[in-house]
């Protein structure tokens, strides 16, 4: 029964579009993680939020809004050259006082405002899969050339300084994609399975795996499973999607937790 | 043959001078060693070579299209680190080949896995086994014990004869050992 709901037609569009997001965001995550910034997935996706629900009140796609006003945050974070989790402190603060009065003052309203923060991924649209296979793209494109040069200004950050390599460039553009990311993942599933995504696969893989290669892959890889069984058990238990990812993702984390630790003396 | 670092009267410092003046000019096969007292300056001249500190007075003249690489005193170590010494050694550009059999044996594994020591041997092997022509050590027997500060001096032994190696030390004797010249530091004043 479960089986037969994952393909069935009137969900098909959700399931690709959380499928690819799902294999992308947390390779994002381990990036965000590698340079301790992974609380850039929160703030970015509460500005997206707040950006998506503007965007709809001018009529436009949520998804545009979303990565307009997380983009703009990644630019301005680079501009103001601050890094660190400070920043994005002040990102999820101002994100939700937006997100709130926009929506509380809007036509689209705190109905709206709610779904973004709740997430619904089976009222995905064709955009979000578009954004999405973008997003997929996009990242296929870049991250092989940048993350190199991300790893090496992350461990060896004298080298770059050295010769004047533009390595504030190269974060920016990382900062951009993670941006874009999280503002497809908000309008896409919501904000906190989105950063769920970002955040939890990374935590395990970071722990577990053997080389950065294999963090990246078994980011993604956990990312997916971890997905796949969210959306057949919600649809099996009739709950809603968001707060079943976080959960099997948490499962997940507390799983390895306690295999980790070992068997108690 | 042109120098590939020359350092013609450097006074350099931060907020105020530190170091200097002083001149030295260094070569193709060149170690050149950089010794004085704690306080003296010793990094904060190498961080003026690197570009990254101030330049008072004098002048820090590099070869043109020199490429530099630098081993700072401690390597960055962050826990959980899922990165190994090879993975670090491709992003630093530095070939794997040649790595003594204790340091091979550490680079497969990840770096918050490896001892202080092991680490720091890896960053200075991937200083000296990339492509640039000039080589800055800060304190590179840091966190060594003598097993592995006389495999840094194997390392720097092998040296290529196209590079030359500017090396900050307060042990005396290392320098003397390894260092083709020993300059004595002095701080500004």
């Not at chain 2, 070569?27 to 330049?55: E, H, M, P, Y």
């Not at chain 2, 993975?87 to 630093?92: P, Q």
Request: charged content about 10%; aromatic content about 6%; some cysteine.
């Amino acid at each position: 029964m479960v089986l037969s709901e994952l393909f069935d037609p009137l969900f098909r569009l959700a399931l690709i579009d959380g499928l690819l997001l799902a294999a992308v965001l947390p390779v994002l995550g381990a990036v965000l993680m590698l340079r301790d910034e992974w609380l850039a997935a929160l703030g970015f996706a509460h500005l997206a939020a707040a950006g998506a629900l503007l965007g709809l009140a001018f009529g436009l796609p949520a998804v545009a809004g979303g990565v307009a006003a997380a983009g703009a945050a990644a630019i301005a974070k680079g501009a103001g050259g601050g890094q660190g989790n400070a920043v994005y402190g002040f990102m999820i603060l101002g994100g939700w006082a937006a997100l709130l009065l926009i929506g509380a003052n809007t036509e689209v309203g705190e109905q709206l405002g709610r779904a973004l923060i709740d997430g619904q991924l089976y009222f995905a649209g064709p955009a979000d899969l578009i954004a999405a296979a973008l997003l997929g793209g996009m990242t296929a494109l870049i991250l092989p050339w940048l993350m190199p040069r991300l790893l090496r200004a992350r461990l060896l950050p004298q080298h770059d300084a050295a010769n004047g390599y533009p390595v504030r460039r190269w974060q920016l553009g990382f900062d951009l994609l993670a941006a874009a990311g999280m503002a497809i993942g908000t309008a896409s599933m919501g904000l906190m399975a989105a950063f769920a995504l970002v955040l939890v696969p990374a935590w395990i893989a970071f722990r577990s795996a053997p080389s950065w290669r294999w963090t990246l892959a078994g980011s993604a890889a956990l990312g997916v499973v971890g997905y796949l069984v969210s959306f057949a058990a919600a649809l099996a238990l009739d709950q809603p999607f968001g707060p079943m990812l976080v959960a099997v993702l948490l499962v997940l984390a507390g799983g390895y937790a306690a295999v980790a630790r070992g068997p108690a003396a | 043959m042109e120098p590939l670092l020359a350092l013609d009267g450097l006074i350099a410092g931060w907020s105020q001078p530190v170091v200097g003046p002083v001149s030295l000019s260094l070569g193709a096969g060149d170690i050149v060693g950089l010794w004085g007292a704690n306080g003296c300056g010793k990094s904060t001249l190498f961080a003026a070579v690197a570009g990254q500190a101030r330049v008072f007075a004098g002048r820090v003249e590099r070869a043109p299209g020199l490429t530099l690489a630098m081993q700072t005193q401690v390597p960055v170590r962050l826990a959980p680190l899922p990165v190994t010494g090879r993975e670090l050694l491709g992003v630093a550009g530095a070939d794997a080949a040649g790595l003594p059999p204790t340091l091979a044996a550490a680079a497969a594994q990840r770096l918050d896995r490896i001892s202080g020591g092991q680490h720091q041997l890896l960053s200075i092997w991937a200083a000296l086994a990339g492509a640039a022509r000039l080589v800055l050590l800060d304190e590179p027997t840091n966190n060594l014990d003598p097993l592995h500060t006389a495999l840094l001096g194997d390392l720097l032994a092998a040296r290529r004869q196209d590079r030359a190696v500017l090396l900050v030390s307060h042990e005396r004797a290392f320098l003397d050992a390894h260092c083709t010249r020993v300059l004595e530091i002095q701080p500004w004043c």
